[in-house]
């Protein structure tokens, strides 16, 4: 007893409250390393604002500057101590998740594509610039095309060291001429530079990975004159035919006297003729009208689109059958050596899938192809649309049942024993108690994994590329494959098409989206149902 009172009367007759942070100093080196990544971060975000600024993005000054100022104000002081662990999140989460879909959406209502990837500013100067013409009279340059010392050679401004005819050397730059000092510069006896102190010259390669720049420079000698190179080593004194009226939003070529308007995003003459340089533009609903009302576009979308919705269903039915059956042999208690059977059952999923695709892809060829030749069949797997559909599935379904298999017997092994002996007690079959007791609790555990596969399956870009490539393809329409799915559609529509549209390629996105949603949203909306078994 008199322990007690002891032990009672050490116990504080009151709590204080106690203030997180105090009693702990932060050692030195850690204030050091914590003030200098600010510091970092500040420096890395004034050189970004200061290169934006040059490009005249204004929307990323605006966004580099708010995380900027987030960083500091959240790390910068011993409060917000949660937004601390969520700031780095939220920032992968704009990023890599709301960006892209953002930029998508916005695509979506655009040209973007071929032939429609400068704003019309870019578009004009360009066709300016390609209208330039020898001035008559005027004298060639020996050329040396050259970058800034210490700059990148990829991305920097261009510079031209040029040699006139009586040996002058000069620098053309974007804002003019100026005379290049001879000391330290090296020529070859035609005058060609081949040296000079403070600038990097390039070699054939890396000027030629820079035509496009190389088309649209030219050093300023006048208001209607500049200096052009031909090919990479002369240049030329010319001048444009092509003049632009800001007022009336015209070029007129000057040569011929022809009056250029600006018509379905091109500078196109009254005959029709256009430009070949047109720029991006707003177009409004134009990409997902022309999906659903341009007859050969939406035969070929819908054709696509039941193919899709077949695949993703089927590779899931499939895949969990074929699962679920081995899982099931291989969860019995009887069965020797389980362990060593499951090893060997998941090696196909452990073998990274594109390396299994183009295995499959070889088996399947028809003259060579160990299919054919073990069963004595003439089948051309990738030729014919029905045998590729065939072979797609069948590359499918050995790529995913490990999956369900790890998934069904994991699930399986969760069941309770006891229920299992209660059926068998009260007379139940094998049969009816996998039917009435095993797959409604198995469904419980994996039905929202079958919705994240038919998702996953529905978006199956790498397999299709790599087996088939969307083939075969119909000699009259390349554009659509027997195997396609939306998402290999809109990859054609964007980079591989002879006229490639980005702008229709992000629609399309939109329209998988969408879809893919709704169809998750209602296989959600089921499975609900099953929580009532538990």
Same mark, same amino acid.
């Given at each position: 007893?008199?322990?007690?009172?002891?032990?009672?009367?050490?116990?504080?007759?009151?709590?204080?409250?106690?203030?997180?942070?105090?009693?702990?100093?932060?050692?030195?080196?850690?204030?050091?390393?914590?003030?200098?990544?600010?510091?970092?971060?500040?420096?890395?975000?004034?050189?970004?604002?200061?290169?934006?600024?040059?490009?005249?993005?204004?929307?990323?000054?605006?966004?580099?500057?708010?995380?900027?100022?987030?960083?500091?104000?959240?790390?910068?002081?011993?409060?917000?101590?949660?937004?601390?662990?969520?700031?780095?999140?939220?920032? %992968?989460?704009? /990023?890599? &998740?709301?960006? @892209?879909?953002?930029?998508?959406? !916005?695509? +979506?209502? =655009?040209?973007?594509?071929?032939?429609?990837?400068?704003?019309?500013?870019?578009?004009?100067?360009?066709?300016?610039?390609?209208?330039?013409?020898?001035?008559?009279?005027?004298?060639?340059?020996?050329?040396?095309?050259?970058?800034?010392?210490?700059?990148?050679?990829?991305?920097?401004?261009?510079?031209?060291?040029?040699?006139?005819?009586?040996?002058?050397?000069?620098?053309?730059?974007?804002?003019?001429?100026?005379?290049?000092?001879?000391?330290?510069?090296?020529?070859?006896?035609?005058?060609?530079?081949?040296?000079?102190?403070?600038?990097?010259?390039?070699?054939?390669?890396?000027?030629?990975?820079?035509?496009?720049?190389?088309?649209?420079?030219?050093?300023?000698?006048?208001?209607?004159?500049?200096?052009?190179?031909?090919? %990479?080593?002369? /240049?030329? &004194?010319?001048? @444009?035919?092509?003049?632009?009226? !800001?007022? +009336?939003? =015209?070029?007129?070529?000057?040569?011929?006297?022809?009056?250029?308007?600006?018509?379905?995003?091109?500078?196109?003459?009254?005959?029709?003729?256009?430009?070949?340089?047109?720029?991006?533009?707003?177009?409004?609903?134009?990409?997902?009208?022309?999906?659903?009302?341009?007859?050969?576009?939406?035969?070929?979308?819908?054709?696509?689109?039941?193919?899709?919705?077949?695949?993703?269903?089927?590779?899931?039915?499939?895949?969990?059958?074929?699962?679920?059956?081995?899982?099931?042999?291989?969860?019995?208690?009887?069965?020797?050596?389980?362990?060593?059977?499951?090893?060997?059952?998941?090696?196909?999923?452990?073998?990274?899938?594109?390396?299994?695709?183009?295995?499959?892809?070889?088996?399947?060829?028809?003259?060579?192809?160990?299919?054919?030749?073990?069963?004595?069949?003439?089948?051309?797997?990738?030729?014919?649309?029905?045998? +590729?559909?065939?072979?797609?599935?069948?590359?499918?379904?050995?790529?995913?049942?490990?999956?369900?298999?790890?998934?069904?017997?994991?699930?399986?092994?969760?069941?309770?024993?006891?229920?299992?002996?209660?059926?068998?007690?009260?007379?139940?079959?094998?049969?009816?108690?996998?039917?009435?007791?095993?797959?409604?609790?198995?469904?419980?555990?994996?039905?929202?994994?079958?919705?994240?596969?038919?998702?996953?399956?529905?978006?199956?870009?790498?397999?299709?590329?790599?087996?088939?490539?969307?083939?075969?393809?119909?000699?009259?329409?390349?554009?659509?494959?027997?195997?396609?799915?939306?998402?290999?559609?809109?990859?054609?529509?964007?980079?591989?098409?002879?006229?490639?549209?980005?702008?229709?390629?992000?629609?399309?996105?939109?329209?998988?989206?969408?879809?893919?949603?709704?169809?998750?949203?209602?296989?959600?909306?089921?499975?609900?149902?099953?929580?009532?078994?538990?």
């Amino acid at each position: 007893m008199g322990v007690d009172q002891h032990v009672m009367a050490a116990v504080p007759t009151s709590l204080e409250p106690v203030q997180l942070g105090t009693g702990y100093n932060t050692p030195l080196w850690a204030k050091v390393l914590k003030w200098a990544s600010l510091a970092l971060v500040v420096i890395i975000a004034a050189l970004l604002i200061q290169r934006l600024i040059a490009s005249g993005s204004w929307l990323g000054v605006t966004l580099t500057a708010f995380i900027a100022t987030a960083v500091l104000a959240v790390y910068s002081t011993r409060r917000a101590v949660p937004m601390k662990y969520l700031l780095p999140g939220l920032l %992968l989460l704009v /990023a890599l &998740q709301i960006w @892209p879909i953002v930029y998508t959406v !916005a695509t +979506a209502f =655009t040209n973007y594509g071929q032939g429609h990837t400068l704003s019309k500013e870019e578009a004009t100067a360009q066709s300016i610039a390609q209208s330039v013409k020898e001035v008559e009279g005027s004298e060639r340059y020996r050329l040396s095309i050259a970058v800034p010392e210490g700059s990148n050679v990829a991305t920097a401004d261009l510079v031209f060291l040029l040699t006139s005819p009586d040996g002058t050397m000069q620098v053309g730059s974007s804002e003019g001429l100026e005379p290049l000092a001879a000391d330290g510069v090296q020529a070859t006896e035609t005058g060609k530079i081949t040296a000079a102190p403070g600038y990097t010259i390039l070699n054939a390669r890396q000027a030629n990975d820079r035509s496009a720049d190389l088309e649209a420079f030219a050093v300023p000698v006048s208001d209607a004159a500049g200096i052009k190179a031909v090919g %990479l080593s002369s /240049a030329f &004194q010319g001048a @444009p035919t092509l003049t632009y009226d !800001a007022g +009336a939003d =015209t070029l007129t070529d000057t040569a011929t006297g022809t009056v250029y308007t600006p018509k379905d995003a091109y500078w196109t003459s009254p005959d029709g003729e256009a430009l070949p340089t047109g720029w991006k533009e707003n177009v409004g609903t134009k990409n997902f009208t022309d999906l659903l009302t341009n007859e050969t576009i939406r035969a070929g979308f819908f054709k696509i689109f039941l193919w899709n919705v077949a695949f993703a269903a089927l590779s899931v039915i499939s895949t969990f059958l074929l699962g679920m059956m081995l899982a099931l042999l291989f969860n019995d208690d009887k069965l020797k050596g389980k362990g060593i059977y499951r090893s060997i059952l998941i090696l196909p999923y452990a073998i990274p899938g594109f390396v299994t695709a183009l295995v499959w892809a070889s088996m399947f060829n028809q003259d060579f192809g160990l299919i054919n030749s073990l069963s004595g069949l003439n089948i051309d797997w990738l030729g014919n649309g029905w045998w +590729a559909k065939v072979a797609i599935l069948l590359t499918n379904l050995w790529l995913g049942f490990p999956y369900m298999f790890l998934v069904c017997t994991g699930a399986l092994q969760s069941v309770p024993g006891d229920v299992k002996e209660a059926a068998k007690i009260d007379g139940a079959s094998a049969v009816r108690t996998l039917r009435s007791i095993i797959m409604p609790l198995l469904l419980v555990a994996v039905g929202p994994l079958l919705i994240a596969s038919f998702a996953f399956n529905f978006n199956n870009f790498s397999l299709i590329f790599l087996l088939t490539k969307g083939g075969p393809f119909n000699a009259s329409d390349t554009t659509i494959g027997e195997t396609d799915l939306l998402i290999t559609y809109a990859f054609r529509l964007a980079f591989e098409s002879g006229s490639p549209n980005i702008g229709l390629a992000s629609a399309v996105c939109i329209f998988i989206f969408f879809i893919v949603a709704a169809m998750s949203y209602s296989g959600f909306r089921r499975t609900k149902s099953l929580e009532e078994v538990n």
